[in-house]
């Protein structure tokens, strides 16, 4: 008897999706690759190409979603376009994260939130914190984690996004979990679970 003849038929059908998800995404890099081989000019365009790439490598090639990103990072540098230069660098930093090099990922979303910061584009500065304070988090550094996250609960309820306002409150409720601290844990679950009723409400 083989042993997938043996797993429960929901495993075997996560095991599928996950694969498929694997494929897609690999297709999509090839499209999009193809694209950026065509782009011969050297400008925003296809700096965001580059972006576009490293993303699609994501779920399945953590080496070719840091190579991307660096080499879009070199070139938002070199053309001076600093969003696309905070964003390569944001990517460069979760490339680090899902290679488990936490400390890595730490620095380049600290240049990537500097640049945001100094752009006030506070979506990407909620997703940069939100990002600083998970790998803070996976350190047990669980103060700066809650630190991080509260900052990026202040910002993102200041542009309205409650999506990354109840992610953020739903990581602190995580956090407390951990340190059993089930009170304060319940709090942030429901502050979390109201942030998104506004999105519905907002529709």
Known sequence: MSILSQLPVWCIALVCLLLQGATVSAHKA??????LAAHSANDT????????????????NFDSMLYYAGKGLKLADAIRYDNGKGECLRLIGL???????????????????????????????????????????????YPAAIELNSRAI????????YSQEGLALIDIGGIY????DYTQALDYYLKGLNAFEKIKDSI
């Open 30 to 35: 090839d499209s999009l690759k193809s694209v």
């Open 154 to 161: 202040a910002l993102a309820d200041s542009i309205g996004d």
């Open 177 to 180: 979990t951990d340190q059993s």
């Open 45 to 60: 365009m296809k700096v965001g190409l580059m972006v576009d790439v490293s993303h699609a490598y994501e779920d399945n």
């Open 95 to 141: 490339s680090y994260e899902h290679k488990n090099e936490y400390e890595k990922a730490i620095a380049y979303f600290n240049q990537s939130l500097a640049i945001f910061q100094g752009l006030d584009n506070k979506t990407q500065e909620t997703l940069v914190l939100r990002s600083l304070a998970g790998n803070y988090y996976r350190l047990t550094n």
